[in-house]
């Protein structure tokens, strides 16, 4: 199973734009990068996926890095609902997603 | 519609008995996954079933772990002989056919096992 590296923790301020890194330096050329990200006492839920190109929808901006070792989770304007754990997961030929620890993300009022 | 459902939502059993949790996928999904979290733990693959197609078995932490889809619905996680590192909440998710390019997993609340 290809490896995800994100910081344990991560603090931000509300309404200002917060920033996920993860690393992903043994992504094969055919690996997606999913974000899901779970709630307190919730299960998870999706929130992008990407291949190659940045990706944008109504929850989050995905920026890839050129050589794909590493990837970006972009909230552009946290909200105190945004509070969770997020997770960076590569999605191989199996089918299965390995989820890690993740980054627990607090917003700060 | 309605989503994933689970049950029971929690379970408390005694060392050494064997529970039953059951997943109901979303209809029309033919991927269903089981998940386990320890508690302050990431999700921890067990077992993926995708259609027909034998289930990948991988992540099963022992032999005392099973589980079993039938007819293409709904699906019951086994444990035997429970242990008390077994506790921790079993989750569920159900997606569309794997085209890895369009992949969204819809996960259940989750059974919270307790062995005392």
């Known amino acids: 199973d290809a490896k995800t590296t994100q910081p344990n923790s991560m603090e931000s301020n509300e309404e200002e734009p917060v920033h996920l890194p993860c690393n992903h330096s043994?992504?094969?050329?055919?690996?997606?990068i999913h974000w899901y990200r779970q709630l307190p006492s919730q299960g998870p839920e999706y929130v992008i996926h990407?291949?190659?190109s940045n990706v944008n929808n109504r929850m989050a901006s995905l920026a890839i890095a050129e050589d794909r070792k590493s990837s970006t989770l972009i909230l552009h304007r946290a909200t105190l609902r945004d509070a969770a754990v997020y997770y960076c997961?590569?999605?191989?030929?199996?089918?299965?997603?390995?989820f890690g620890t993740g980054t627990s993300l607090t917003v700060i009022p | 519609g309605a989503g994933v459902s689970q049950s029971p939502s929690n379970k408390v059993t005694e060392k050494g008995k064997d529970v039953e949790l059951r997943c109901d996928p979303i209809?029309?999904?033919?991927?269903l996954y089981w998940y386990r979290q320890s508690l302050g733990q990431g999700l921890e693959f067990l077992i993926y079933?995708?259609?027909?197609?034998?289930?990948?078995k991988s992540g099963l932490p022992s032999d005392r772990f099973s589980a079993e889809r039938t007819g293409g619905s709904v699906s019951t996680l086994t444990i035997q002989r429970t242990q008390q590192e077994d506790s921790a909440v079993y989750l569920c998710?159900?997606?569309?056919?794997?085209?890895?390019?369009?992949?969204?997993?819809?996960f259940g609340p989750g059974t919270r096992l307790t062995v005392t």
């Open positions: 998710a159900s997606s569309q056919p794997p085209w890895r390019d369009s992949y969204e997993q819809y």
């Open positions: 043994t992504i094969s050329g055919t690996d997606y």
């Open positions: 990407g291949l190659t």
């Open positions: 997961i590569l999605l191989g030929a199996g089918n299965q997603f390995y």
């Open positions: 209809s029309g999904h033919t991927a």
């Open positions: 079933f995708q259609g027909n197609s034998a289930p990948d």
